[in-house]
Structure formats: structure tokens, C-alpha cells
Nanobody, 120 residues
Framework: QVELQESGPGLVNPSQTLSLTCTVSGGSITTNYYYWVWIRQSPGKGLEWMGATHISGNTWYNPLFKSRITVSRDTSAEKFTLQLRSVTPEDTAVYYC????????????WGQGTQVTVSS
């Protein structure tokens, strides 16, 4: 079964770019019935979907982030990445990567989450 692991810096300076990587194991990022997504949870808030990618090459973004976000894949390395530009302290959150299985559109696996704090 698919397992996911987030990695990246835990502290980012304001106005800089937050970059996280999700490593996929137990499955392949090229599998066409999986979508690969990034989700975050800010302090005191619910889960917030950020963006997704698929082996087809398509990507989808939450309009709230569209001007600042890029989600990409590295199929040879079985990884997908999140870049969030021009971060502010409001981007402080626990960031999760997840796989969404189709048909059914359910989250089949989650990473453990990684805390990212935006602060100088």
C-alpha cells in the first residue's frame, strides 16, 4: 500500500518560498488512478486543500493559492513537491501530502505531516 513522507525545512522566512517534498513508497506516482495532493492545517483551523497533480500532467490549485503555488512531480524519483511563494506568518501550518484514489475519490494514504513555521 502507498506510504507517503513529507520533507522540507521547518522554518521559512517571510516573503521567501516554502518548498516541501513528498516521497511515495509502496506504490508508483505514475499510477493513473491516484491523484497526489497537498493539504495544510493552520493553527485553530480546519484542513485546507492546496493543490493536486496527476500523471496525466494536469494540476489543480485552490484559487486561494493560485498565484503563489506550484505542485510538480518527479516521476523518476517517485516524489511530488509543493512550492508556495511569498509566504507570510499566516502560512504557518502543518502540511500534509496525501494520495486520492479513484474511483471513489477518497484519501487512501496520508503523510505524517510536517510543521512549517513562517517567521523571521
Amino acid at each position: 500500500q502507498v506510504e507517503l513522507q513529507e520533507s522540507g525545512p521547518g522554518l521559512v522566512n517571510p516573503s521567501q518560498t516554502l518548498s516541501l517534498t513528498c516521497t511515495v513508497s509502496g506504490g508508483s506516482i505514475t499510477t493513473n488512478y491516484y491523484y497526489w495532493v497537498w493539504i495544510r492545517q493552520s493553527p485553530g483551523k480546519g484542513l485546507e486543500w492546496m493543490g493536486a497533480t496527476h500523471i496525466s500532467g494536469n494540476t489543480w490549485y485552490n484559487p486561494l493559492f493560485k498565484s503563489r503555488i506550484t505542485v510538480s512531480r518527479d516521476t523518476s524519483a517517485e516524489k511530488f513537491t509543493l512550492q508556495l511563494r511569498s509566504v507570510t506568518p499566516e502560512d504557518t501550518a502543518v502540511y500534509y501530502c496525501a494520495s486520492v484514489r479513484t474511483p471513489g475519490w477518497y484519501a487512501s494514504a496520508w503523510g505524517q505531516g510536517t510543521q512549517v513555521t513562517v517567521s523571521s
